[in-house]
């Protein structure tokens, strides 16, 4: 199973931005999916999930302002964030959720003026 997600970039505080998540290997079917974001000398954290009922997890920071998402027949998920801070600077990961497989390299994503 590989995990490749990517979007991330440079955004001004405010601004937005969606990160995607590629699964291959597995089917979005199977579990429920997860986004998760690590920054240096921290554990990574889940941000947000999915589960595979339907059911939706947030992180305390988050406070509405990011949205996850998915694609199953394209294999596909996603992280719309909205009103970024220079706090949510960090390497963003996806996952499926609540079993997690082999962590992909992440998406760096910088919030910055």
């Known amino acids: 199973v590989q995990l490749q997600a990517s979007g991330g970039g440079l955004v001004q505080p405010g601004g937005s931005l969606t990160l995607s998540c590629l699964a291959s290997?597995?089917?979005?079917?199977?579990?429920?999916v997860a986004w998760y974001r690590q920054t240096p000398g921290h554990e990574r954290e889940l941000v947000a999930a999915v589960r595979r009922s339907g059911g939706s997890v947030q992180a305390n920071f988050v406070k509405g302002r990011f949205a996850i998402s998915r694609d199953n027949a394209r294999s596909k998920m996603y992280l719309t964030m909205n009103r970024l801070q220079a706090t949510d600077t960090a390497v963003y990961y996806c996952n499926f959720y609540p079993d997690e497989v082999s962590w992909g390299p992440g998406t760096l994503v910088t919030v910055s003026s």
């Open positions: 290997g597995r089917s979005l079917w199977s579990d429920g």
